[in-house]
């Protein structure tokens, strides 16, 4: 299925290409654009205020997955030519799903890196965008191989190799994620602090997100190809329960944080907290569990654009965008933020 198209287009001055210290702010300064889902109408805001929006009882959930260097960058054993490889998930022990970007790499090439690991190319699923690879290492000598070789996924719209701890959330914990969980980025141990003393509960859990673009292809990645394994702590189980309970709003930060949530809850009252997902959500989708969103701005052909409309319609959404274009915020990882409640 094609991804929900509205109709504008995200200036080139707007792609945000540089994490917000590296433009001389906090990243917890960032604008953000809140909407009311029940009236339609938006404030103009900076992040650092958003326990000015939230209520007492209300259960704040974050995404503490920790970005990994997900590029690796080798070449071709044969040929001798370069080829950039793109992590997608682990499937087991030395086995990835991962995107070769390089054309002409054909199934049983070798792969040699930089500090000498070989990666060999196995075969691509009919309707899937990722090849099999297999490393020549496993366990804790691979992961510490992907942080000696590895580099952040960069997109065109950042022009220079900011380094990982750029992409990082300041609660990031658990190391997984091939893409920032990038919703998260805006908070710093402060304003948790500020939510904390205003009676707003925090919950972690963990979604490692995949990759959502494929170079050259007309659509992102759609959820449904790109299975992403999750858990969420018994801990943050109750805080849920607790927050349902006293009529408190569950919030979260990302869609990762929406996908994940819903997951569970479509499988009773969380008895899964652990699993993978490859839920897709838009217009259709009933949530169960999640009452509003913070998230950032999404590019117009996006299933991220599609997963706002199970808080939003489509002409709000439309109508919000447009204005957002208008008032100059700022899109992608290390942009602004759009806050639905």
């Known amino acids: 299925m094609a991804p929900l198209s509205m109709p504008f287009k995200v200036p080139e001055a707007l792609n945000a290409d540089r994490p917000p210290e590296r433009r001389g702010l906090r990243r917890d300064h960032v604008r953000m654009l809140v909407t009311e889902r029940g009236t339609g109408l938006t404030h103009d805001?900076?992040?650092?205020?958003?326990?000015?929006?939230?209520?007492?009882?209300?259960l704040v959930v974050l995404?503490?997955?920790?970005?990994?260097?997900?590029?690796?960058?080798?070449?071709?054993?044969?040929?001798?030519?370069?080829?950039?490889?793109?992590?997608?998930?682990?499937?087991?022990?030395?086995?990835?799903?991962?995107?070769?970007?390089?054309?002409?790499v054909q199934p049983g090439d070798e792969i040699?890196?930089?500090?000498?690991?070989?990666?060999?190319?196995?075969?691509?699923?009919?309707?899937?965008?990722?090849?099999s690879i297999e490393f020549s290492l496993?366990?804790?000598?691979?992961?510490?191989?992907?942080?000696?070789?590895?580099?952040?996924?960069?997109?065109?719209?950042?022009?220079?190799?900011?380094?990982?701890?750029?992409?990082?959330?300041?609660?990031?914990?658990?190391?997984?994620?091939?893409e920032m969980p990038s919703a998260g980025r805006p908070f710093s141990w402060e304003l948790l602090q500020r939510l904390r003393e205003k009676g707003?509960?925090?919950?972690?859990?963990?979604?490692?997100?995949?990759l959502s673009y494929v170079p050259d292809e007309p659509y992102p990645?759609?959820?449904?190809?790109?299975?992403?394994?999750?858990?969420?702590?018994?801990e943050t189980i109750a805080r849920i329960r607790a927050a349902k309970e006293r009529a408190g709003r569950v919030i979260a930060v990302g869609t990762t944080v929406v996908r994940a949530l819903e997951t569970v809850a479509m499988s009773g009252d969380f008895e899964k907290p652990s699993g993978t997902t490859n839920l897709y959500i838009d217009a259709s989708f009933a949530l169960k569990v999640v009452d509003g969103l913070i998230t950032g701005l999404h590019e117009p052909e996006s299933t991220h654009l599609d997963l706002l409309t199970a808080f939003l319609?489509?002409?709000?959404?439309?109508?919000?965008?447009?204005?957002?274009?208008?008032?100059?915020?700022?899109?992608?990882?290390?942009?602004d933020v759009h806050v639905i409640l």
């Open 45 to 58: 805001d900076v992040f650092y205020r958003l326990p000015d929006y939230l209520k007492p009882g209300d």
């Open 200 to 210: 707003i509960g925090i919950g972690f859990l963990q979604l490692h997100t995949g």
């Open 138 to 178: 496993a366990g804790e000598a691979l992961w510490n191989a992907i942080y000696e070789a590895g580099e952040p996924v960069r997109y065109e719209y950042i022009h220079e190799p900011w380094p990982l701890s750029d992409y990082q959330t300041v609660f990031g914990a658990v190391p997984g994620s091939v």
């Open 63 to 104: 995404n503490n997955s920790r970005t990994i260097p997900a590029v690796l960058r080798g070449r071709a054993i044969a040929s001798g030519r370069p080829v950039e490889i793109r992590l997608a998930r682990p499937v087991h022990a030395a086995v990835w799903e991962a995107m070769i970007v390089t054309d002409d």
């Open 112 to 131: 040699v890196l930089s500090t000498g690991v070989t990666i060999r190319i196995g075969s691509k699923g009919r309707r899937s965008p990722f090849h």
């Open 313 to 335: 319609d489509a002409a709000s959404i439309e109508t919000i965008y447009r204005d957002a274009v208008a008032k100059g915020y700022l899109w992608h990882e290390f942009g």
């Open 221 to 234: 990645v759609s959820p449904k190809e790109n299975t992403e394994a999750y858990h969420i702590p018994t």
